[in-house]
């Protein structure tokens, strides 16, 4: 399909362009337009949600038994891996993230319908001991319809990871995902169309946050709101939920401490916090961008890393040796640009990077060198905003208090890692610390059985797991009298 053709969304079985308003999808390789998409209305919010509501009204879906809901997850998890190659490809387009990086994505987006079908089929519900003549029970129910809101850092996999188990909830959906990254949904709306949800459940709407995501966190018809992205706009979206008391999971940002106590295993930790922080070009909530490393071991572990960085492969998506792509776009370029300014504005040294790279191939797209910044206190902008970029700020400690008070010396607490060899220090440090994961020996690890999400200013409520699947459930308790006499008074 040519880049210039608009691709239309579908509310129910009706295609729409979006009142001719479009979205362009830019490669972040050379800046190249590779799709354009039509852009969504407040208008078709408003349509969208009748839909979805009589949708999950009259469609058997929310009636169905879970294994029979289960079969149409399988089926979608089935066909999102036999499409693998040409949506990993589609997303490194999408994104500018390297293919081997989209092809993983993808996988985990089929694992996540693979996994909410099996938890569908062994979901139990709780029979309570009863306090008098009666049986009770608690119930887990779906809301109706649901808005999922969806950032452009790993598109079709955040996707799957709200709507599969919104889905195995019973609920119906309305997608809106990134305007950086707007063509995964429609795919995966197709998908699941073709594997046989019935229509309305699931509708994508490309559009803005101040548009159509606005309408959709507003709509009186909305009965829940999952969003993952920046904690300003959870903080927006949290107000208005509030005032509207509907229920909300909000996946927002982090600035997740990376600790190296003297005794860690030094080579694996040099390689686990260059993954940290460079891995997706560090465009990730979970990334460990500030680095705490004991000052016995400080100098020795920063001349290793700065050498690490050094060696990391910057180079296009689609080039197999690439460990670092490009950033989204070039306002996002600009603005991590601007936060490396602002460091060494504070007093921070720059030890490696700190640019764009000079190589000509890459003078198109919007790249920025893997960047190790130090000299800074933990109290400095650099070290309490998110970048969302490959730079890492470097700060030495002297014992478990001091790290532990560094570490939570921030409004975030999405994650936070650490290398030791002493399970026992492991152990105390990952109690103190306020963040919803804590890797020890290891980063970045995920588990779509294991619950995720942030402390603090980094969320509320949790995704994955069975905790997935009751974010999008409401309980509701059920009593069967057993009285062999009429109440009394």
Known sequence: MNAETV????????????????????YAGDGSVIGTVARATPRDVEDAVVVAEKAFRSSPWRKLRPDQRA????????????????????????????????????????????????????????????????FSMSLAEPYGVIAAITPWNSPIMAEAQKVAPALAAGNAVLLKPSEETPQLALELARICSEAGLPEGLLTVLPGYGEDVGAALVKHPGVRMVSFTGGTATGRAIGAIAGQRLIPVGLELG??????????????????????????????SCVAGTRLFVQKSLYG??????????????????????????????????DKVAGYVDLARSEGGRVLVGGGIPDDPALAKGWFYQPTVIEGLPNTARACQEEIFGPVLVCLPFEDEADVIAQGN?????????????????????????????????????????????????????????????????????????????PLGL
Request: with cysteine.
């Open 7 to 26: 691709k239309p969304f579908r509310i129910g079985a009706e295609w729409r362009d979006g009142g001719g308003e479009t979205i362009r999808s830019i």
């Open 254 to 283: 982090g600035k997740s401490p990376h600790i190296i106590f003297e005794d860690a295993d030094f080579d694996k930790a040099v390689a686990g916090v260059a993954s940290g922080i460079y891995g997706s070009a560090g465009q």
């Open 71 to 134: 079969t149409t997850l399988y089926e979608i998890g089935r066909r999102i891996t036999a499409e693998r190659d040409a949506l990993a490809h589609l997303q490194m387009l999408d994104s500018g993230k390297p293919l081997k990086e989209c092809q993983n994505m993808v996988d985990n987006a089929a694992y996540f319908f693979r996994y909410y079908a099996a938890l569908c089929e062994t979901w139990q519900n709780e029979v309570t001991s009863p306090r008098g003549e009666y």
């Open 300 to 333: 020795r572990f920063m001349d290793a890393l700065v050498e690490r960085s050094k060696s990391v492969s910057v180079g296009l998506p689609d080039d197999p040796k690439t460990q670092m792509g490009p950033l989204v776009s070039r306002a996002h370029r």
């Open 409 to 485: 010396g921030t409004v975030y607490g999405l994650a936070a890692g650490m290398w030791t060899g002493d399970y026992a220090r492991a152990w105390r440090v990952a109690r103190e610390l306020e963040a919803g994961s804590v890797w020890i020996n290891t980063y970045k690890q995920s588990h779509i059985a294991t619950a995720f999400g942030g402390f603090k200013a980094s969320g509320i409520g949790r995704e994955k797991g069975f905790h997935g699947l009751r974010l999008y459930s409401q309980v509701k308790s059920v009593f069967f009298g057993m009285h062999d006499k």
